[in-house]
Antibody
Framework: QVELVQSGGEVMKPGASVKVSCKAS????????ISWVRQAPGQGLEWMGW????????KYAQKFQGRVTMTTDTSTNTAYMELRSLGSDDTAVYYC??????????????WGQGTMVTVSS | EIVLTQSPGTLSLSPGERATLSCRAS???????LAWYQQKPGQPPRLLIY???TRATAIPDRFSGSGSGTDFTLTISRLEPEDFALYYC?????????FGQGTKVEIK
């Protein structure tokens, strides 16, 4: 079945970087865009950015420009999100999510299970 | 960036009642590129509606979406116990996608 499986939770120090992975299975990885969405404890959903696994085109939310990098590895069908210069307000569950339609920006029909990133000294 | 404002923040209703959730955009959402998601504690969101009014796969027909331009509505015709959850709208009409802040549907 179509699935996105994310890496496990992380505890990071302020100022560090974190890299979260999202492994896709059950579909043609390069054909569907992947977004990253985060959710701080008790808060709403925040879109961070998008990547096309076909050509590595990216679009980042302005808030994260310069601090986030999204990449893919088509040999392993895995997407990555690296966030640098972590602060306590980056403590959140990070989700990857797939665009519903091939080759188009669309709603998210498949979500990863989420990765909890805790930033604490 | 398109800002989405959802109302009300919390909706207190009983099973069997009708729920009406609103999502207002700060500018027009092109091509009705508006989605609704349901989220329960400890779970990722689930896609309910895309294209403002099309139900996603396996979504019951008690869920319906409507609207265009800047005003969108999610209606749950008769609330089932499993429908008490958080609901988010999202626009994907421009490449910088955004979510509303959410509406909680709670048991009265």
């Amino acid at each position: 079945q179509v699935e996105l499986v994310q890496s496990g939770g992380e505890v990071m120090k302020p100022g560090a970087s974190v890299k979260v992975s999202c492994k896709a299975s059950g579909y043609t990885f390069v054909s569907y865009g992947i977004s990253w969405v985060r959710q701080a404890p008790g808060q709403g959903l925040e879109w961070m950015g998008w990547i096309s696994p076909y050509n590595d085109n990216t679009k980042y939310a302005q808030k994260f420009q310069g601090r986030v990098t999204m990449t893919t590895d088509t040999s392993t069908n895995t997407a990555y999100m690296e966030l640098r210069s972590l602060g306590s307000d980056d403590t959140a569950v990070y989700y990857c999510a797939r665009d519903r339609v091939q080759w188009l920006v669309d709603a998210f029909d498949i979500w990863g299970q989420g990765t909890m990133v805790t930033v604490s000294s | 960036e398109i800002v989405l404002t959802q109302s009300p923040g919390t909706l207190s209703l009983s099973p069997g009642e009708r729920a009406t959730l609103s999502c207002r955009a700060s500018q027009g959402v092109s091509s009705r590129a508006l989605a609704w998601y349901q989220q329960k504690p400890g779970q990722p969101p689930r896609l309910l509606i895309y294209g403002a009014s099309t139900r996603a796969t396996a979504i019951p027909d008690r869920f319906s979406g409507s609207g265009s331009g800047t005003d969108f509505t999610l209606t749950i015709s008769r609330l089932e116990p499993e429908d008490f959850a958080l609901y988010y709208c999202q626009q994907y009409g421009i490449s910088a996608r955004t979510f509303g802040q959410g509406t909680k549907v709670e048991i009265k």
